[in-house]
């Protein structure tokens, strides 16, 4: 990206969707990719179809045209970086050629790992580079810093790239109010200098992820519930949000409720905490474990033996659940087991003083329709209580006056046309048109 050689950047898909991000940037002949993941909706918003989704291919559009990427092609692309362990954001990384590296960070992978244990269907990363957060690495022309990130998905990145004396910012997904929501405050306060082109996520303008809450508030609505509850709450919240987790764990310590969670939740925890995290479960905590079979399975075959031996002593059942129901708050998958659990204790006492909380983005709830058939069988208090994983507006205008990027790209956003009434300096792209960086 000098003088003589003009980058470019090519988003392959985000700038019209929430979701299914594949980014572009080239200099000279190298190029590399940020994020490869699974789109969750057609071009702006429409709904995608199922088939299609199940066997991704460039024809159906699922895969991006993304030329010398794919293991049916002859390698063209340095390396693939992912952002952080959302599926619309690494979910097609499996058809990735195999000789084209693929960079992330050691939390990230974490999560990756472990979910190749335990959902149905893997994605194997064949040739797999750790890097840290705040250390430079290099590809070809390129240096790349990953500043850490708050977001919904552990261990987020935002990326510095600088090649040829030109810099790209790509915020990848961030919010200023989670857990971690000084890091968007360190980001404004000491941004980035001299920024050429700043790629932005918008995935809250629109009004499609309203509200303002802190996690620290999402916290404190669960611990009102909890502290007050005369009977089981059953909660439905992402087993990989960490922020919520601790915040379901820290609002059940609080009320003096036994937190139950499954063997996949659980483990995750423990394997997190190998990198260093500060994250329960701690000795002497309220954390019960139910043994879901499909759960103990993958972790004897896959795993050990002995590690599922290890935890019987947290293990919970279902006759302890129903004796103790005041004081239980189930964070399980919504299966065939949770509703037995249901059923069990509806046939002792009604459950219409339990609670269903809804913790996830409401998008997700029109799709679950189990949701819906477990709150009406039980008659269970439908609350919702949650916040986005991603900055609202005013965050998003105080970190773009920061940065003063000379151009600003939406990205991963429905409302990308709007951009220019709250921001300077926009461009809007289509996805495949490459953007010259001068």
């Known amino acids: 990206m000098n003088n003589n050689t003009m ?14 991000s ?12 940020f994020d490869f993941g699974l789109p969750l909706m057609g071009r702006d918003g429409a709904a995608l179809d199922e088939k299609a989704l199940n066997a991704p291919s460039i024809e159906n559009g699922i895969l991006p045209n993304v030329t010398g990427l794919y293991k049916h092609q002859t390698p063209a692309v340095d390396a693939v970086i992912l952002s952080h362990p959302h599926i619309d954001h690494y979910g097609l990384a499996e058809y990735i050629h195999p000789d084209i590296p693929v960079y992330l960070s050691r939390g990230v992978q974490t999560l990756i790992d ?17 890097f840290n957060h705040y250390k ?18 552990f261990d987020a990145s935002s990326f510095l790239v600088e090649a040829e004396g030109k810099k790209i910012f790509y915020t990848g ?7 971690k929501g000084k890091l968007l405050e360190q980001l404004i306060n000491q941004p980035p200098k001299d920024i050429d082109c700043m790629l932005m996520e918008g995935t809250t303008l629109g009004g499609k992820h309203k509200g303002s809450k802190t996690e620290e508030e999402v916290e404190e609505e669960l611990f009102k519930i909890f502290s007050k509850q005369t009977d089981m709450s059953f909660v439905y919240a992402s087993g990989s949000n960490v922020d919520r987790l601790v915040s379901l764990y820290k609002a059940t310590l609080r009320s003096k409720k036994i937190f139950v969670l499954d063997i996949y939740t659980f483990y995750l925890l423990e394997q997190l905490k190998k990198l260093g995290a500060i994250l329960p479960p701690f000795k002497d905590d309220n954390i019960k474990i139910y043994f879901l079979k499909s759960h103990a399975d993958a972790i004897g075959k896959k795993v050990s033996p002995e590690l599922l031996y290890s935890y019987v002593p947290r293990r919970i059942k279902i006759d302890e659940i129903i004796k103790d129901r005041q004081h239980i708050v189930l964070k399980l998958p919504i299966n065939r087991s949770l509703f037995s659990i ?15 909380i809804y913790s996830m983005w409401s998008g997700y709830l029109e799709k679950n329709k189990s949701i819906e058939k477990l709150c009406n069988e039980f008659h269970l208090d439908f609350v919702k209580i949650h916040t986005s994983g991603h900055a609202y507006l005013e965050d998003l205008q105080r970190l773009a006056n920061a940065i003063n990027p000379k151009t600003l790209i939406p990205i991963h956003t429905l409302s990308g046309d709007d951009f220019h009434r709250h921001f300077e300096n926009v461009v809007r792209l289509d996805d495949g048109i490459p953007f010259e960086i001068k």
């Open 7 to 20: 980058g470019s950047i090519i988003i392959h898909r985000g700038t019209h969707t929430i979701g299914g």
């Open 136 to 153: 430079p690495f290099f590809i070809g022309p390129f240096k790349i810093t990953s500043l850490l990130a708050d977001h919904s998905g």
């Open 114 to 130: 472990v979910g190749n244990i335990f959902y149905p269907k893997a994605t194997n990363l064949q040739n797999v580079k750790n």
């Open 173 to 179: 997904d961030l919010r200023g109010h989670g857990r």
């Open 342 to 356: 249901a059923r069990r204790a509806e046939s002792e006492k009604s459950l219409t003083q339990a609670k269903f």
């Open 22 to 33: 594949c980014i572009e940037v080239s200099c000279d002949s190298h190029r590399i990719i």
